[in-house]
């Protein structure tokens, strides 16, 4: 059976624990490109080991790191994913298709599912969407930002309800781990963009971005654990935000 004409590409660092699943997930598409910025585990044995092109580039930042792993793709189409991730057969299905019909779209929305405490969050709650799946030549990575460096699509993009796995947030310590270094980025990149910290905001976006988590993308419904984490999502956004007004202070 012919590959999808696809080129995945990953960036990734001592990821040995996940990098075995997610080219596992990635073999229906032609090709497979991960940029490793220096692993000392084996990371890049595994990779070659499962069909994929490994290439060695120093860490640059988040985003310039993918804006070089997507301008080594062959195929017009792309598809970026992180190490620790996993594509489901319905995610594939919905890119083939998406590659075949005729359309004027650049690009696919999609949706992460996240597991977190051993589950899967409930099929009731609101998954977060991720551009994932564009046209190589419509899309620019933003190289000014530090974290959360969504592209941006010059053209027209589709979302879809199907969702690829995500395995990056699967216990507390991992997560909170997560949410302090990636607020920690987005602080200094507001900051080094001449943002100001709002007091209003400091008071009101933890209760504010828990009941958004909670009630209105629908955490609720996940028990305890979409409790919890609601919570350590509301102290991400209130992070974010005390550390930009400790940078004003120390400025």
């Known amino acids: 059976m012919s590959k999808i004409p696809v080129s995945v590409f990953i960036v990734a660092q001592d990821e040995e624990q996940h990098i075995g699943r997610v080219l596992d997930s990635c073999q229906a598409f032609?090709?497979?490109?991960?940029?490793?910025?220096?692993?000392?585990?084996?990371?890049?044995?595994?990779?070659?080991?499962k069909g994929a092109k490994v290439i060695h580039h120093d860490w640059p930042g988040y985003a310039k790191q993918k804006q070089y792993a997507k301008d080594l793709c062959q195929h017009e189409w792309v598809l970026n994913l992180d190490a620790?991730?996993?594509?489901?057969?319905?995610?594939?299905?919905?890119?083939?298709?998406?590659?075949?019909?005729?359309?004027d779209y650049v690009a696919l929305k999609c949706r992460r599912n996240d597991l977190f405490i051993g589950k899967f969050f409930s099929t009731l709650?609101?998954?977060?969407?991720?551009?994932?799946?564009?046209?190589?030549?419509?899309?620019?990575?933003?190289v000014e930002d530090l974290v959360h460096e969504g592209p941006d699509i010059h053209g027209k993009t589709k979302q879809t309800s199907v969702a690829f796995n995500h395995y990056g947030y699967a216990d507390i310590a991992q997560l909170t781990d997560k949410y302090n270094k990636y607020s920690s980025?987005?602080?200094?990149?507001?900051?080094?963009?001449?943002?100001?910290?709002?007091?209003?905001?400091?008071?009101?976006?933890?209760?504010?971005?828990?009941?958004?988590?909670?009630?209105?993308?629908?955490?609720?419904?996940?028990?305890?654990r979409g409790f919890i984490f609601s919570h350590l999502a509301a102290y991400y956004a209130l992070s974010k935000e005390a550390k930009l007004y400790e940078f004003n202070k120390s400025s």
């Open 185 to 224: 980025l987005k602080a200094k990149e507001k900051y080094l963009k001449g943002k100001k910290a709002s007091a209003l905001k400091l008071l009101l976006i933890y209760p504010l971005e828990f009941i958004r988590n909670y009630l209105v993308y629908r955490y609720c419904f996940s028990g305890l």
């Open 30 to 49: 032609d090709e497979i490109i991960v940029v490793d910025s220096g692993s000392t585990d084996q990371t890049k044995s595994i990779a070659q080991s």
């Open 84 to 103: 620790d991730e996993e594509l489901t057969p319905q995610f594939i299905d919905e890119v083939k298709q998406f590659v075949s019909a005729e359309h």
């Open 125 to 142: 709650t609101r998954l977060p969407t991720n551009t994932r799946f564009f046209k190589k030549d419509k899309v620019a990575y933003r």
